[in-house]
């Protein structure tokens, strides 16, 4: 059988499938269908610097192919995190990954010095949210602010940095290069698309938020393109996500550049997703003859 395991940033998983944040919560509900080291590892819920009760309802759109998504990083914040969650994640046999998310620089910097004293294995900062102190624009939408963020977590991070990529921009080669420049030692892509709903009976947005964050199998071509770009733009790991349900989907992402997976949306109607992937991507390599998963990773064929 193929090797399944793979090393970002030095830290070895059990196979390429991260549980990827916002969809797995800390873990607890899950380990409820099997061990949670079936997974190569877990990014978990956002947290914040302060406890933090998200968004009003309605803060779910299920659409034809994927959903919409408001909830607003509903979280215990980042000390009750590493009180309550963390010690039970560290004994769960699998990469335990920190998400982070804040609406100043210096929210990010502080959660990652407490983060970075604590059993975590690497942080993934999420650049999607709105820095209030530079009218509401989210951090990642520019090389600059990519950069600038990067720079100074990285000042202050002890711990592998993975900076997760938003879609909603012109080039993210680019901001993927900034964030490469700056210290980053791993990006992850892609975040949400931003989308809405309307309900044509009221007139009304479905979402109380008026928009959301599009997830699942409907933005997975757009997933995989911004994948292979990125990857021909850094030499860090790529971490890919959006809209993998399958073991079809995983392996064309890899083979698009990925040298890891996310997986979401899918566990929502199917808990047991990993599973089946890590078990067809196993088949898979063995019928190509291939050693390892990482041997799939950015074998595209460019016409």
């Not at 309550?84 to 609406?103: H, K, M, R």
């Not at 012109?170 to 990006?187: K, L, P």
């Not at 979402?207 to 021909?232: D, E, H, Y």
Request: with cysteine.
């Amino acid at each position: 059988m193929a090797d399944l395991g793979v090393s970002i940033c030095g830290v070895r998983l059990n196979n390429p499938l991260i549980a990827a944040s916002g969809t797995f919560g800390f873990g607890r509900e899950y380990s409820e269908f099997y061990p949670l080291e079936a997974l190569g590892g877990i990014s978990c819920k956002g947290i914040t610097l302060q406890p933090r009760l998200g968004n009003p309802p309605p803060r779910i759109a299920e659409g034809k192919n994927g959903i919409l998504n408001s909830v607003g990083l509903q979280n215990p914040g980042v000390d009750r995190f590493i009180s309550e969650d963390l010690p039970w994640l560290s004994e769960q046999n699998t990469a335990v990954i920190a998400n982070i998310a804040g609406n100043t620089v210096e929210d990010y910097c502080q959660m990652a010095e407490k983060l970075s004293d604590s059993a975590v294995d690497m942080i993934e900062m999420n650049i999607s949210c709105p820095n209030v102190k530079h009218g509401g624009v989210a951090f990642g939408t520019s090389c600059e602010s990519v950069g600038n963020i990067t720079r100074a977590v990285r000042e202050r991070c002890k711990k592998p940095l993975i900076v997760k990529l938003s879609p909603n921009v012109a080039d993210i080669a680019d901001i993927a290069r900034s964030a490469e420049a700056e210290g980053a030692d791993a990006v992850s892509l892609i975040n949400t698309l931003t989308g809405m709903r309307i309900d044509i009976e009221t007139g009304r947005p479905i979402l109380k938020n008026n928009t959301g964050g599009m997830s699942g199998p409907a933005v997975f071509p757009v997933a995989v393109r911004m994948v292979w770009q990125v990857k021909n733009a850094v030499k860090i790991p790529v971490i890919g996500m959006g809209g993998i349900s399958t073991w079809q989907d995983a392996a064309e992402m890899l083979i698009a550049g990925a040298d890891a997976l996310q997986i979401g949306t899918v566990l929502f109607n199917d808990p047991y997703a990993p599973i089946k992937i890590c078990r067809g991507l196993s088949d898979f390599l063995d019928r190509k003859g291939l050693k390892s998963v990482a041997e799939l990773t950015a074998t595209i064929k460019p016409w």
